[in-house]
Every structure is written in structure tokens, then in C-alpha cells.
């Protein structure tokens, strides 16, 4: 893998949105998008275009809402919050991910100890 | 699970506002870009480098607002509508293609549909009533019987002792009466059943209360139940009908009940039609009872099967057997079998033939339309070219040429429903009075499902392999392709040769089918009935009450009636005849030689002195029966050649005597066979002197049958038959006349399913014949255009007008010949299944295989004689410029 960046996995790019816009409130789509570059550290491979996907079906599920404001500067954008499903959603999401991610983390120990290169 | 619900609706609402939603994407997405642009200049990029850093974060616009879309919406669907929209649009551009298709497989689906709906009415639809599979019929058959019988009522009374693989079990028989209500009279089809027929059907009375044991004890209670129809008819829907008086025959009954309707009359070859009204079949156990003319149905237990049932009726048959002792009976061999099955039986077979024929005429017309397909796909493979080289898949132009496809089939089966209810109503008003369960017969929810199912399998069937042959080449190969010459076609060239070749074998199948049973139909309207028809009229005559209770009465009321209408003008004699009339069913009787019953059945009738004059029938030998044959003399009898060769093998019948009736009849004459069914050999007649019959023997055949009054007139019957009504009435006008017929029409009812048969079958093989024709035109007429270069080369090297046409009719004579090749080795493997239905010619029948070969190679001929004319009139400077 090298220095190369994260292919995203199904799904998670809709658990970042929505962790993004519970930590940080209202977010227009750019926004979201510069969020989670910058938090991954640039780590994360995002076409940018590819998070409005994600925020039309977080939208259908009822889990983020959207309206049309005015950013800091004065231009018109889209503005995404979470809803109360939404957060309901994602305590279970991280949960899910957090198991998950454990029980990877014991897997590659068990690897090691087993003295494969 | 809410939430996938939400999502779902979403998903379909977004398809409806797809163009807001496309609008807000954009705004949404420029100010993202905006955006993006706006912190890149505050990071100090020049204007343009800003952009184009902004622009490559974001990456594909185009693909960001797909994957947004498919997100948001329903991808299939739209692509499918998408794929619609677009064969629409490509449909509407090529009309003249697009009817011929249409009409074509409208023909072919519509033709489907309205048999498909015969054969589902009469063969498959289930019986109205409750969980009908467990209706079964059970039948008595003896191999020295004439096929499957009816039981007697000690018969029944004994299997309803022995009805262990039945829940319920019940006999029934057929009854004609004169109901009388207030002072009217009226003839009604009465059914005398056991007391749990309607247990047996599943059904309850829709007032009132059903029979009960009671009702069929001893002689039996004078109850019945009415009919729906009857209730609403004659009674006027009268809710307090029960317990009221009517009159049956004169005798006064109680009505107990009111069936509901919808109750699906039984097949019953002598009074077909609905049941009027039930009585309890222990009224006729001294009568009818005492003959094999009881119908037993019984209804499974819940758990039990047919085949359980078959299994159990072995040993009830041991025990049968040894109850009745006498003749038949210790062979008989007791049966049951799915009384649906058993209503249809006698038609099922050619119905399938039929449909099967019909489903022939649709894969003709499925070839055809492959053909144009092909044809189209070869001018159209520029534009599969193009698609393919922006970056359409095989997958989606097979798709959307199979949208094409299924498209034009499912717009003809909308139109082949609006010719299937056209084809249906003549199809019905041809279809014989012997056709079962036919009234309720219409395009209902399984015949839309069926076209629509048709529809789709076609649409597939023809469009598959025509996409996959446009969508196979190469992409460059296609786009060089500039003018699309012949050689571009060799390979279509093939399949649609294969194609002609089968729509031609295919054709003469049914061709050949359809001239076996125009044979048959031929060759049954030609047999000698053993009477002359021409000119004479019969009547049925149903008397009834008190006043007839004796055969001097009923003979003295027939002797008026003859002498009354003997005096009509254009009369020339008048008889009459009881117990079944020629060409229709009648009653059989056993009768015995020196006390020795004979091993056949015998169609005994009474009849007055003129029979055989007004008839037509030929006396053979001795004498024939006069009014001096009367209640005094002693009993003398006339009987038909076979009877006699039956009776009397070897020697001369003339003086010899027989037993029947507890009388000794002395042999009179010899008169010529009568047939009873045309296709048949005649069954042995036996005709007795009215006057001198027992009356119970009178009472008991005049349960089933009519008498008949028969008139043999000078000019056109049918106009006589009012002033011969009329001098009926006139003696007594209590007595019930049923149907006037002319013997001409009661042959014609005689060949009625024959014509059906036939007549439909000659539809579709002259619809394959058209479709086939238009199908080698079509092939021909193309390859004609392909080649019309080649001709044009040709003739410039000096060939012949000849010679072109020879060129052009040799290779359609070519795929013609192959056709009729492969079309008579399967008409010799297929034509079998029509045997049962033959009657003078076999299945295998050389002449109409050759007749059928020589019309296909004609319509061939002429089929191809039309583009090869047109290829002799190519003018070789205009097709060489044609480059």
C-alpha cells in the first residue's frame, strides 16, 4: 500500500458524513467534504462529487436534513444537519465499527505471533 | 426497516421530479465548486489555478451527479423507460414495419388467446364448488359391456354401503316433467338425487333446507328443490316459495329448497343444459332405478387421494361382484376418476390437438417477425455501431433491442385481445351444442395473463436472436460498412433461409391436418344414415298426467295426431317414433332368444304403422308393421339387417320369435341399419308396433326421451312446421311440444363437433399459409435487393432474363423444397395424434400429403415469382452505378 491512499469501504463514507455533521453542526456539502480530508489527514481518497451520493440517501433515510442558506461569505449553498435518527444511527454505526475494528486488530496480533512475514 | 421504507418511497417520488431535483444538483454542485475556488484563491493560487485545482478535488462532475442519481432514484426502471422511450421513438420512425409486425403477431397471439380460453373453460377451469378436485366420478365398465355404465339403484344402494374412500357418495339420474305452477305448464330438466348429491357438490340451498334421509325413503317424498333460474323464472324470486304446492307430471310437490346459481349442469347427451329443478331419486327407484342409468359421484375424504381411492375400489369390486351375480356384472371392473376430467373427456384430446395446432400459427408468425428483425438489424447496424463506439455494452443493446421486441408483441396482444373477443364470439356461435361447459366461456383474468405471458415469451422468443446477431460484429467491421452490400448479409442470409425453411415445414403440418379432417368431414357427411332425410320434420312430443296411463291412450292420442296431420296439404305421411330418433342417442335394451339372453344391447323403438315410409328406411325383407299390428293381434316385430345377423346368425330372421317385455315377439320383416352416430357402424335395431308395447315400458323410455312425431312432407318441411304444432295442440293443449326439427338439421347436429374441428383447424392452417407466403416473399424480395448489384453484373456479362429468374426461383424453390421435406416427416409424426378423429381416411393418408406438398409448393412459387420478376427488370447500368 505504500503511501497511497484509503479506497473507502461500502458505507463508510455515510458513517463519516454523519459523524462529521454531529460534531460539527450545519455543513454545506463542500464543507463536509474538506471536514473529512482534513481530519483524515488527507489520508482518505475523495473525489469530492462522489459525498452527494452519500448525502441524497442519508437524506432519504430520514437520518440528515437539508436547506438552502448563505455561507460565511455570502454565497448560497446547501446546508446538511443531522437529525435525531440520524444520531440514533450512528452511536449504533460506531458501535458496529468499533467492535469491528477491535476484533481486526486482534486478527493481525494473532498473525504476528504466528511468525509469518 | 422504517427507514428502508422512507428510502423506498423517496426513491419513487424522485422519479416524478426528476427535473427539479436535476436543477438543485447543479445549483448545489457550482457552489461547491465556488467554494472550493473561493479558499484555493485565499491560499493565494491565481484565479485559474484555483479553479483547476477545485475541479480535480472534485473530480468527474458528469459521474458525481450519476452516482447522486442512481443514489436518489430507481436505476433500473429508468433505464427500462429510458430503453422504452427510445423503441418508441424508433417504432414510430419505421411505421410501415411496425404494423406489419404488429398485425402479423396480432394474428398469431389473438388466434392463442381465444383457444386458449376454449380449452381452459372446458378442460381446465375448476368446478365452481368447494375444493372440486375431490369431486369424482365413479363408473361400472365391463369388457363385455359397451365401454364405462351407469348403475342400477340396488348398485347404488350397495356402494353407498361400501363407501369407505368417500366421504360423501350420491347417485343421480336425468328426468324430464311438466312443471306446473298456477295454470301454466312448462317442460323442465329434472334430476332425481341421493340424499347427499349436494354434499357431494359442496354445496348448501340458498333457502329452504337440502334433502335428508327421509326424503328418499321407500317410494320416495314427493319434495324438490328448485334452481336459482327456475326460483327467479317461475316463481318470481318469491321469498316464501317454501313449502309451497307445485306440480310435476300432474302429481302435486312440496318445494323444499332454492339451490344458489352457478351450479354446473352435467353432461347429458340427451337433454344438455341446466338442471331446473331436483327431486329424490327414490321417485324412480321402480323406474328408471331399475336400469343402469344411475351417475354416481362422490366427494374424497379430506386426506385421501385419487389414486388411494382407485386402490380401494379393488376389493369394493370383489365384493360387487359377488352381490350381483349376474352376467355383466361378475366382469364389472368399478373405477373412479376426477369428474372434471370426466366432463371434458370426450373433447379434451382434440382441443389440445387444436391448441397445439394454434400454437403452430403463433411460431410462424414469431419466424416472421424475426425475419423483418434481421432484415432491420442488418439497415440498422450503423447505429448499434455508433452506440457501441460511445461506450454502450453488448449487454444494453440487447437489451434495448429485446425492449424493442417485447415492446411490438405486447401492443399486438392488446390488439390480438380485441381479435380474440371478435374470434371468440364466431368461434362459440360455430362450437356444437355438445361442446361441455361452453356457456361460460369469455375472456376472463387467465385468458389477460395467458396473452400476457404470450406476449413477453414471443417478444423474447422472436427478438433474441435478431439482437444478438446485431450486436455481435465488429464495431469497425460495421462502420466501413458503408453501402451494407450483400456480402454483408451471409450469415443473416442463413438464419432467415432456416427460418422460411421452418415456417414452411411448420405450415405444411397443418396443412396436411387440416386436409385429413376436411377428408374425414367429407367422408361423414357422405355415409348413408340408412334413412332419407330430405323433407322430413319431427317434433317432440312430452305428454304427461293421468290421462295417458295406458298404452290404448297413448296410442289412441297418436293415431288422431297422425290422421289430423296426414290431412295437412303437402303431408305425405306422418309416424311416430319413440326412444331415440336416427342420428341421435337412444335407449338400449336387452332382449333373449328361447329364453336366452342375448349378449348385446339392442335400440329398441316403438312405433306407429307409417315409420318406415315417412322415414326413408328401406324394407329389406317380409313385411313392415301396419295398423292392423294393434292391442288385439299377436305381438309382431321389424328389425334391422344387424339385428338380424345378431339374433338370428345364418338363418333366415323372417317368423323367428325373441322375448322382450315379458313377450314373445314373431319377426315380421327386415328393414336396412339406421345409424345412431354417423362415424359409427350401426347399432342393431329392433321396431315394435306402439300399440302393442307394455305401457311401463312407454312410461320408463318417455322418463329420458321424447316421443317424436315424424311428417314427411312434399316441399321445404320447415314450413309446415306451425299448422303441424297447431293440430297437435288442438287435440290436447295440455300436452308440453319440445324442439322442431328438420332429420337435415339433426344430421347437421350429427357432424356438429366434426365441423367445429374442422373448420377451425382450416383457419389456422390458411392463416400459416398466408404468414409462410409472406414469409419466402420476404426473404426472397431481400435477397433480391442485396443482390442487385450481382444482377446487374451479371446481366452486363451477358446473362439472360431467364437465367435471373431461374437464379432468384431456384433459391427460393430451394428453401420451398426443403421446407415441404422436413414439414411431411413431421406431418407423418404428428398427423397420429389426430387418428381418433379420422373416419374414412388414414392418418398417414398419401393424397392429402400430396395435395397439401403441391398447394405449399405453388404458394412458393408464387411467393418468390414476384421479387424474381422485379430482379428481371433490374436495368444492369442503373444497379452498376447503384456502387
Redesign the interface.
Same mark, same amino acid.
Given at each position: 500500500m505504500g503511501g497511497s491512499k484509503l479506497d473507502l469501504l461500502q458505507g463508510t463514507l455515510d458513517l463519516m458524513v454523519l459523524q462529521t455533521l454531529a460534531a460539527m453542526g450545519s455543513l454545506h456539502g463542500y464543507g463536509i467534504a474538506r471536514r473529512i480530508e482534513q481530519v483524515s489527514g488527507d489520508q482518505v481518497l475523495l473525489n469530492q462529487g462522489t459525498i452527494y451520493a452519500s448525502l441524497v440517501r442519508l437524506q432519504q433515510r430520514g437520518w440528515i436534513s437539508a436547506a438552502w442558506g448563505v455561507s460565511d461569505n455570502n454565497r448560497k449553498a446547501k446546508f446538511y444537519a443531522i437529525t435525531r435518527q440520524g444520531r440514533k444511527q450512528l452511536v449504533e454505526d460506531a458501535t458496529h465499527w468499533q467492535k469491528l475494528s477491535e476484533v481486526m486488530g486482534r486478527m493481525f496480533a494473532m498473525e504476528q505471533k504466528g511468525g509469518k512475514p | 426497516m422504517i427507514? *428502508?421504507i #422512507?428510502?423506498t418511497i423517496? #426513491?419513487c417520488l424522485s422519479l416524478f421530479r426528476r427535473d427539479s431535483l436535476d436543477r438543485?444538483?447543479d445549483?448545489?454542485?457550482a457552489?461547491?465548486v465556488?467554494?472550493?475556488v473561493?479558499?484555493n484563491l485565499r491560499r493565494g493560487l491565481s484565479p485559474e489555478e484555483a479553479r483547476r485545482q477545485a475541479l480535480v #478535488?472534485? =473530480? =468527474?462532475?458528469q *459521474?458525481?451527479?450519476e452516482? *447522486?442519481r442512481?443514489?436518489?432514484g430507481m436505476p433500473r426502471l429508468e433505464t427500462l423507460l429510458q430503453d422504452l422511450r427510445y423503441a418508441l421513438r424508433v417504432l414510430r420512425r419505421s411505421p410501415g414495419f411496425a404494423v406489419v409486425a404488429i398485425i402479423t403477431l396480432a394474428l398469431g397471439i389473438g388466434a392463442n388467446t381465444a383457444v386458449f380460453s376454449i380449452v381452459y373453460g372446458v378442460v381446465f377451469r375448476p368446478l365452481p364448488y368447494p375444493q372440486p378436485q375431490r369431486i369424482v366420478e365413479l363408473t361400472e365398465s365391463s369388457p363385455r359391456g359397451s365401454g364405462e355404465q351407469d348403475v342400477t339403484y340396488s348398485e347404488l344402494q350397495f356402494l353407498e354401503q361400501h363407501n369407505s374412500p368417500f366421504q360423501f357418495l350420491a347417485g343421480y339420474t336425468v328426468q324430464g316433467y311438466n312443471l306446473g305452477v298456477g295454470n301454466s305448464t312448462e317442460r323442465v330438466k329434472g334430476q332425481p338425487v341421493s340424499t347427499d348429491y349436494f354434499h357431494v357438490l359442496g354445496i348448501t340451498p340458498l333457502l329452504g333446507r337440502d334433502f335428508v334421509t327421509e326424503d328418499n325413503i321407500g317410494k320416495g317424498a314427493r319434495v324438490a328443490i328448485l334452481s336459482y333460474e327456475t326460483w327467479q323464472r317461475q316463481m318470481g324470486s318469491d321469498r316464501d316459495i317454501i313449502g309451497r304446492t307445485i306440480t310435476l307430471d300432474g302429481e302435486p310437490f312440496t318445494v323444499i329448497g332454492v339451490m344458489p346459481t352457478g351450479i354446473e349442469p352435467e353432461i347429458d347427451p340427451i337433454a344438455p343444459g341446466d338442471t331446473d329443478l331436483w327431486t329424490p331419486l327414490a321417485l324412480v327407484r321402480d323406474t328408471a332405478g331399475t336400469g343402469e342409468n344411475i351417475e354416481v359421484l362422490g366427494r374424497l375424504r379430506p386426506a385421501a387421494s385419487l389414486v388411494q381411492a382407485r386402490a380401494q375400489m379393488g376389493s369394493i369390486t370383489a365384493e360387487f361382484r359377488k352381490a350381483f351375480p349376474d352376467e355383466l356384472s361378475t366382469t364389472a371392473v368399478l373405477s373412479v376418476d376426477s369428474y372434471r376430467t370426466m366432463l371434458s373427456s370426450d373433447v379434451r384430446n382434440i382441443l389440445l390437438v387444436l391448441f397445439g395446432a394454434v400454437g403452430f400459427v403463433l411460431l410462424i408468425a414469431c419466424a416472421n417477425v424475426a425475419n423483418l428483425l434481421l432484415g432491420r438489424a442488418t439497415a440498422r447496424s450503423r447505429e448499434f455501431a455508433v452506440r457501441a463506439a460511445i461506450g454502450a455494452s453488448r449487454t444494453r443493446l440487447v437489451r434495448q433491442l429485446l425492449t424493442e421486441s417485447v415492446l411490438l408483441s405486447i401492443v399486438a396482444a392488446l390488439l390480438a385481445l380485441l381479435l380474440a373477443r371478435i374470434g371468440m364470439k364466431s368461434l362459440l356461435a360455430l362450437s356444437p351444442s355438445d361442446l361441455p361447459r361452453v356457456n361460460d366461456i369469455h375472456l376472463d383474468a387467465s385468458a389477460f395473463v395467458f396473452t400476457l405471458a404470450v406476449a413477453i415469451i414471443t417478444g423474447i422468443l422472436f427478438g433474441l436472436i435478431p439482437a444478438f446477431r446485431a450486436s455481435s460484429k465488429e464495431i469497425s467491421e460495421k462502420l466501413s460498412e458503408a453501402t451494407g452490400r450483400a456480402s454483408s448479409g451471409s450469415k443473416h442470409g442463413r438464419f432467415r433461409s432456416a427460418l422460411v425453411v421452418s415456417e414452411v415445414a411448420l405450415c405444411l403440418v397443418l396443412l396436411t391436418g387440416a386436409a385429413l379432417l376436411i377428408e374425414t368431414f367429407w367422408h361423414v357427411l357422405n355415409t348413408d344414415p340408412g334413412f332419407n332425410p330430405t323433407h322430413v320434420l319431427s317434433l317432440e312430443v312430452y305428454r304427461s298426467g293421468a290421462r295417458y296411463n295406458s298404452t290404448a291412450a297413448v296410442s289412441r292420442y297418436y293415431d288422431q295426431a297422425v290422421q289430423r296431420v296426414e290431412a295437412l296439404p303437402g303431408v305425405q305421411s306422418a309416424s311416430v317414433i319413440t326412444a331415440g330418433l336416427p342420428l341421435r342417442r337412444g335407449a338400449n335394451f336387452g332382449l333373449s332368444v328361447a329364453g336366452k339372453q342375448i349378449p348385446h344391447t339392442f335400440g329398441i323403438r316403438m312405433i306407429t304403422s307409417d315409420y318406415f315410409r315417412a322415414m326413408g328406411v328401406p324394407l329389406m325383407l317380409g313385411r313392415s308393421l301396419t295398423a292392423a299390428d294393434g292391442e288385439k293381434s299377436p305381438p309382431a316385430a321389424v328389425i334391422s339387417q344387424q339385428a338380424a345377423r345378431l339374433l338370428f346368425p345364418g338363418q333366415n330372421a323372417i317368423g323367428q320369435r325373441f322375448q322382450f317385455a315379458q313377450l314373445d315377439w314373431q319377426v315380421v320383416g327386415v328393414v336396412g341399419d339406421v345409424k345412431s352416430y354417423l362415424d359409427k357402424p350401426a347399432d342393431p335395431g329392433v321396431y315394435i308396433p306402439l300399440a302393442q308395447t307394455p305401457y311401463p315400458v312407454l312410461k320408463l323410455v318417455a322418463v329420458w326421451f321424447p316421443e317424436y312425431l315424424v311428417v314427411r312432407t312434399s316441399a321445404d318441411p320447415q314450413a309446415l312446421s306451425h299448422s303441424v304444432e297447431q293440430q297437435l295442440q288442438a287435440i290436447d293443449p295440455s300436452i308440453g311440444l319440445g324442439h322442431v326439427r328438420t332429420m337435415e338439421q339433426v344430421r347437421s347436429a350429427a357432424v356438429a363437433m366434426r365441423q367445429f374441428n374442422m373448420t377451425l383447424l382450416s383457419v389456422f392452417a390458411a392463416l400459416a399459409l398466408i404468414l409462410a407466403a409472406i414469409g419466402i416473399y420476404g426473404v426472397i424480395a431481400y435477397g433480391v435487393t442485396q443482390r442487385t448489384h450481382e444482377i446487374g453484373v451479371r446481366m452486363a456479362l451477358g446473362a439472360e432474363r431467364r437465367d435471373i429468374m431461374r437464379l432468384v426461383l431456384g433459391q427460393g424453390m430451394a428453401l420451398g423444397f426443403l421446407g415441404i421435406g422436413i414439414g411431411i416427416a413431421g406431418a407423418l409424426a404428428l398427423t397420429r395424434f389426430l387418428q381418433g378423429y379420422l373416419y374414412g381416411v388414414q392418418a398417414t393418408d398419401p393424397r392429402a400429403l400430396i395435395a397439401t406438398a403441391v398447394l405449399l409448393g405453388v404458394v412458393a412459387l408464387l411467393a418468390c415469382g414476384i421479387p424474381a420478376r422485379r430482379a428481371t427488370k433490374v436495368d444492369p447500368m442503373v444497379a452498376l452505378r447503384h456502387e
Amino acid at each position: 500500500m505504500g503511501g497511497s491512499k484509503l479506497d473507502l469501504l461500502q458505507g463508510t463514507l455515510d458513517l463519516m458524513v454523519l459523524q462529521t455533521l454531529a460534531a460539527m453542526g450545519s455543513l454545506h456539502g463542500y464543507g463536509i467534504a474538506r471536514r473529512i480530508e482534513q481530519v483524515s489527514g488527507d489520508q482518505v481518497l475523495l473525489n469530492q462529487g462522489t459525498i452527494y451520493a452519500s448525502l441524497v440517501r442519508l437524506q432519504q433515510r430520514g437520518w440528515i436534513s437539508a436547506a438552502w442558506g448563505v455561507s460565511d461569505n455570502n454565497r448560497k449553498a446547501k446546508f446538511y444537519a443531522i437529525t435525531r435518527q440520524g444520531r440514533k444511527q450512528l452511536v449504533e454505526d460506531a458501535t458496529h465499527w468499533q467492535k469491528l475494528s477491535e476484533v481486526m486488530g486482534r486478527m493481525f496480533a494473532m498473525e504476528q505471533k504466528g511468525g509469518k512475514p | 426497516m422504517i427507514d *428502508q421504507i #422512507r428510502e423506498t418511497i423517496s #426513491r419513487c417520488l424522485s422519479l416524478f421530479r426528476r427535473d427539479s431535483l436535476d436543477r438543485e444538483l447543479d445549483d448545489e454542485l457550482a457552489s461547491h465548486v465556488e467554494l472550493a475556488v473561493e479558499e484555493n484563491l485565499r491560499r493565494g493560487l491565481s484565479p485559474e489555478e484555483a479553479r483547476r485545482q477545485a475541479l480535480v #478535488r472534485f =473530480g =468527474g462532475v458528469q *459521474q458525481a451527479k450519476e452516482r *447522486q442519481r442512481e443514489a436518489r432514484g430507481m436505476p433500473r426502471l429508468e433505464t427500462l423507460l429510458q430503453d422504452l422511450r427510445y423503441a418508441l421513438r424508433v417504432l414510430r420512425r419505421s411505421p410501415g414495419f411496425a404494423v406489419v409486425a404488429i398485425i402479423t403477431l396480432a394474428l398469431g397471439i389473438g388466434a392463442n388467446t381465444a383457444v386458449f380460453s376454449i380449452v381452459y373453460g372446458v378442460v381446465f377451469r375448476p368446478l365452481p364448488y368447494p375444493q372440486p378436485q375431490r369431486i369424482v366420478e365413479l363408473t361400472e365398465s365391463s369388457p363385455r359391456g359397451s365401454g364405462e355404465q351407469d348403475v342400477t339403484y340396488s348398485e347404488l344402494q350397495f356402494l353407498e354401503q361400501h363407501n369407505s374412500p368417500f366421504q360423501f357418495l350420491a347417485g343421480y339420474t336425468v328426468q324430464g316433467y311438466n312443471l306446473g305452477v298456477g295454470n301454466s305448464t312448462e317442460r323442465v330438466k329434472g334430476q332425481p338425487v341421493s340424499t347427499d348429491y349436494f354434499h357431494v357438490l359442496g354445496i348448501t340451498p340458498l333457502l329452504g333446507r337440502d334433502f335428508v334421509t327421509e326424503d328418499n325413503i321407500g317410494k320416495g317424498a314427493r319434495v324438490a328443490i328448485l334452481s336459482y333460474e327456475t326460483w327467479q323464472r317461475q316463481m318470481g324470486s318469491d321469498r316464501d316459495i317454501i313449502g309451497r304446492t307445485i306440480t310435476l307430471d300432474g302429481e302435486p310437490f312440496t318445494v323444499i329448497g332454492v339451490m344458489p346459481t352457478g351450479i354446473e349442469p352435467e353432461i347429458d347427451p340427451i337433454a344438455p343444459g341446466d338442471t331446473d329443478l331436483w327431486t329424490p331419486l327414490a321417485l324412480v327407484r321402480d323406474t328408471a332405478g331399475t336400469g343402469e342409468n344411475i351417475e354416481v359421484l362422490g366427494r374424497l375424504r379430506p386426506a385421501a387421494s385419487l389414486v388411494q381411492a382407485r386402490a380401494q375400489m379393488g376389493s369394493i369390486t370383489a365384493e360387487f361382484r359377488k352381490a350381483f351375480p349376474d352376467e355383466l356384472s361378475t366382469t364389472a371392473v368399478l373405477s373412479v376418476d376426477s369428474y372434471r376430467t370426466m366432463l371434458s373427456s370426450d373433447v379434451r384430446n382434440i382441443l389440445l390437438v387444436l391448441f397445439g395446432a394454434v400454437g403452430f400459427v403463433l411460431l410462424i408468425a414469431c419466424a416472421n417477425v424475426a425475419n423483418l428483425l434481421l432484415g432491420r438489424a442488418t439497415a440498422r447496424s450503423r447505429e448499434f455501431a455508433v452506440r457501441a463506439a460511445i461506450g454502450a455494452s453488448r449487454t444494453r443493446l440487447v437489451r434495448q433491442l429485446l425492449t424493442e421486441s417485447v415492446l411490438l408483441s405486447i401492443v399486438a396482444a392488446l390488439l390480438a385481445l380485441l381479435l380474440a373477443r371478435i374470434g371468440m364470439k364466431s368461434l362459440l356461435a360455430l362450437s356444437p351444442s355438445d361442446l361441455p361447459r361452453v356457456n361460460d366461456i369469455h375472456l376472463d383474468a387467465s385468458a389477460f395473463v395467458f396473452t400476457l405471458a404470450v406476449a413477453i415469451i414471443t417478444g423474447i422468443l422472436f427478438g433474441l436472436i435478431p439482437a444478438f446477431r446485431a450486436s455481435s460484429k465488429e464495431i469497425s467491421e460495421k462502420l466501413s460498412e458503408a453501402t451494407g452490400r450483400a456480402s454483408s448479409g451471409s450469415k443473416h442470409g442463413r438464419f432467415r433461409s432456416a427460418l422460411v425453411v421452418s415456417e414452411v415445414a411448420l405450415c405444411l403440418v397443418l396443412l396436411t391436418g387440416a386436409a385429413l379432417l376436411i377428408e374425414t368431414f367429407w367422408h361423414v357427411l357422405n355415409t348413408d344414415p340408412g334413412f332419407n332425410p330430405t323433407h322430413v320434420l319431427s317434433l317432440e312430443v312430452y305428454r304427461s298426467g293421468a290421462r295417458y296411463n295406458s298404452t290404448a291412450a297413448v296410442s289412441r292420442y297418436y293415431d288422431q295426431a297422425v290422421q289430423r296431420v296426414e290431412a295437412l296439404p303437402g303431408v305425405q305421411s306422418a309416424s311416430v317414433i319413440t326412444a331415440g330418433l336416427p342420428l341421435r342417442r337412444g335407449a338400449n335394451f336387452g332382449l333373449s332368444v328361447a329364453g336366452k339372453q342375448i349378449p348385446h344391447t339392442f335400440g329398441i323403438r316403438m312405433i306407429t304403422s307409417d315409420y318406415f315410409r315417412a322415414m326413408g328406411v328401406p324394407l329389406m325383407l317380409g313385411r313392415s308393421l301396419t295398423a292392423a299390428d294393434g292391442e288385439k293381434s299377436p305381438p309382431a316385430a321389424v328389425i334391422s339387417q344387424q339385428a338380424a345377423r345378431l339374433l338370428f346368425p345364418g338363418q333366415n330372421a323372417i317368423g323367428q320369435r325373441f322375448q322382450f317385455a315379458q313377450l314373445d315377439w314373431q319377426v315380421v320383416g327386415v328393414v336396412g341399419d339406421v345409424k345412431s352416430y354417423l362415424d359409427k357402424p350401426a347399432d342393431p335395431g329392433v321396431y315394435i308396433p306402439l300399440a302393442q308395447t307394455p305401457y311401463p315400458v312407454l312410461k320408463l323410455v318417455a322418463v329420458w326421451f321424447p316421443e317424436y312425431l315424424v311428417v314427411r312432407t312434399s316441399a321445404d318441411p320447415q314450413a309446415l312446421s306451425h299448422s303441424v304444432e297447431q293440430q297437435l295442440q288442438a287435440i290436447d293443449p295440455s300436452i308440453g311440444l319440445g324442439h322442431v326439427r328438420t332429420m337435415e338439421q339433426v344430421r347437421s347436429a350429427a357432424v356438429a363437433m366434426r365441423q367445429f374441428n374442422m373448420t377451425l383447424l382450416s383457419v389456422f392452417a390458411a392463416l400459416a399459409l398466408i404468414l409462410a407466403a409472406i414469409g419466402i416473399y420476404g426473404v426472397i424480395a431481400y435477397g433480391v435487393t442485396q443482390r442487385t448489384h450481382e444482377i446487374g453484373v451479371r446481366m452486363a456479362l451477358g446473362a439472360e432474363r431467364r437465367d435471373i429468374m431461374r437464379l432468384v426461383l431456384g433459391q427460393g424453390m430451394a428453401l420451398g423444397f426443403l421446407g415441404i421435406g422436413i414439414g411431411i416427416a413431421g406431418a407423418l409424426a404428428l398427423t397420429r395424434f389426430l387418428q381418433g378423429y379420422l373416419y374414412g381416411v388414414q392418418a398417414t393418408d398419401p393424397r392429402a400429403l400430396i395435395a397439401t406438398a403441391v398447394l405449399l409448393g405453388v404458394v412458393a412459387l408464387l411467393a418468390c415469382g414476384i421479387p424474381a420478376r422485379r430482379a428481371t427488370k433490374v436495368d444492369p447500368m442503373v444497379a452498376l452505378r447503384h456502387e
